[in-house]
């Protein structure tokens, strides 16, 4: 089951560190020690452009 969040702008800060502090937890729990993340952003004018940092 997937489930889908909503956050607000001022929210968005402390909502993104939980989803981090999780995955980290996850990732500790299957033994996973060294790798390597990720982010993507949509361009706001162009929202079928991600940009990989």
């Known amino acids: 089951m997937m ?6 702008r001022d929210q968005l800060d402390a909502e993104f560190k939980n989803v981090i502090d ?4 996850v990732f500790g729990s299957l033994g996973f ?11 706001p004018e162009n929202p079928r452009q991600i940009y990989w940092k």
């Open 3 to 8: 489930r889908i969040s909503f956050v607000l």
């Open 22 to 25: 999780l995955v980290l937890y």
């Open 33 to 43: 020690e060294n790798f390597t993340a990720q982010v993507s952003l949509r361009d």
